[in-house]
């Protein structure tokens, strides 16, 4: 951001994504003048294609203030999303912060697979564990209008969070939030879908994250503190319980975990891959017993 002295200038939207550009660009930000864009249409409140219609438009002192602090957290590598509070996910909005992950795009290829699974049934009762910002199951249920949910989480902050996004968009009727540890209980109940987008990062693989990551997103969202597949044996194990006889559990995988996800999975029914856009198995479809739904 322009240094105070400079305040007293009347900046133009134009200027500032011109500064914002070259500000970005030194300190080796990712899409810097996208970056800048989208702060500046954040504390404007106007669309993208606004912004390029206003070009000419004065910014006000306290809107120069508020993206200097916008801008000093950003050059911190602070992600993006976190600045604003909003992160995009199936061409939904959520409510995001420290407290949860940002929603990731390779996620969607999960959603993708429930509304397929979802799609024509009457009723589907569904459990999502780790729900962190609710973005699994208000994506479903905002495409399977049949469907609810109990989305747990071991956080009563990530919980929270996930209530104010439940609201956000109208689903409190059929998402219901309970504050529960996957490892240390069993979610009472019976389930035709369970999701679970676990902490999955090996510890040895943290110190490796890009900061954006490492440094602002809630640790034990994103590790075992272990080998990544704490949460894959767990859910092994208690599936049986849980799943109904032709239901389907629907995994988020780390980059490397599926031949290890495969084995545990294969032990007790069937389990199938999707890849992500990068050929890397991202999503892992499961069915108990003889199952042969997948």
């Given at each position: 951001?322009?240094?105070?002295?400079?305040?007293?200038?009347?900046?133009?939207?134009?200027?500032?994504?011109?500064?914002?550009?070259?500000?970005?660009?030194?300190?080796?930000?990712?899409?810097?003048?996208?970056?800048?864009?989208?702060?500046?249409?954040?504390?404007?409140?106007?669309?993208?294609?606004?912004?390029?219609?206003?070009?000419?438009?004065?910014?006000?002192?306290?809107?120069?203030?508020?993206?200097?602090?916008?801008?000093?957290?950003?050059?911190?590598?602070?992600?993006?999303?976190?600045?604003?509070?909003?992160?995009?996910f199936?061409?939904?909005?959520?409510?995001?912060?420290?407290?949860?992950l940002?929603?990731?795009?390779?996620?969607?290829?999960?959603?993708?697979?429930?509304?397929?699974?979802?799609?024509?049934?009457?009723e589907?009762?569904?459990?999502?564990?780790?729900?962190?910002?609710?973005?699994?199951?208000?994506?479903?249920?905002?495409?399977?209008?049949?469907?609810?949910?109990?989305?747990?989480?071991?956080?009563?902050?990530?919980?929270?969070?996930?209530?104010?996004?439940?609201?956000?968009?109208?689903l409190?009727?059929?998402?219901?939030?309970?504050r529960?540890?996957?490892?240390?209980e069993?979610?009472?109940?019976?389930?035709?879908?369970?999701?679970?987008?676990?902490?999955?990062?090996?510890?040895?693989?943290?110190?490796?994250?890009?900061?954006?990551?490492?440094?602002?997103?809630?640790?034990?969202?994103?590790?075992?503190?272990?080998?990544?597949?704490?949460?894959?044996?767990?859910?092994?194990?208690?599936?049986?319980?849980?799943?109904?006889?032709?239901?389907?559990?629907?995994?988020?995988?780390?980059?490397?975990?599926?031949?290890?996800?495969?084995?545990?999975?294969?032990?007790?029914?069937?389990?199938?891959?999707?890849?992500?856009?990068?050929?890397?198995?991202?999503?892992?479809?499961?069915?108990?017993?003889?199952?042969?739904?997948?």
């Amino acid at each position: 951001m322009p240094h105070r002295q400079h305040l007293e200038r009347v900046w133009t939207v134009l200027d500032l994504i011109r500064w914002g550009t070259e500000y970005f660009t030194s300190k080796e930000v990712d899409s810097p003048r996208l970056t800048i864009e989208l702060l500046l249409c954040d504390i404007l409140k106007i669309s993208r294609i606004k912004l390029y219609s206003e070009f000419d438009r004065p910014v006000l002192p306290e809107e120069l203030a508020t993206l200097r602090s916008y801008v000093t957290r950003r050059a911190h590598h602070e992600p993006l999303q976190y600045i604003t509070g909003t992160a995009w996910f199936y061409s939904l909005a959520f409510n995001v912060g420290p407290d949860v992950l940002i929603p990731r795009p390779e996620t969607e290829f999960l959603i993708e697979e429930a509304i397929r699974f979802g799609r024509g049934r009457e009723e589907l009762h569904c459990l999502d564990i780790g729900t962190g910002s609710g973005c699994i199951p208000i994506a479903i249920a905002t495409h399977l209008p049949h469907s609810r949910w109990t989305a747990t989480d071991v956080s009563g902050k990530a919980l929270d969070v996930a209530d104010s996004n439940i609201r956000r968009h109208g689903l409190a009727s059929r998402i219901q939030t309970k504050r529960s540890d996957i490892l240390s209980e069993i979610p009472e109940g019976s389930f035709d879908l369970i999701t679970m987008n676990p902490p999955y990062i090996p510890a040895s693989e943290v110190p490796t994250l890009d900061p954006e990551v490492r440094d602002f997103e809630p640790h034990r969202a994103l590790t075992d503190d272990a080998d990544g597949l704490t949460f894959y044996r767990r859910l092994a194990e208690v599936a049986p319980t849980m799943l109904q006889p032709q239901g389907l559990l629907l995994m988020e995988l780390g980059w490397a975990s599926a031949p290890d996800v495969q084995e545990l999975f294969e032990a007790i029914g069937a389990i199938r891959f999707v890849d992500d856009l990068q050929g890397i198995p991202r999503i892992a479809c499961c069915t108990l017993g003889g199952v042969t739904t997948l």
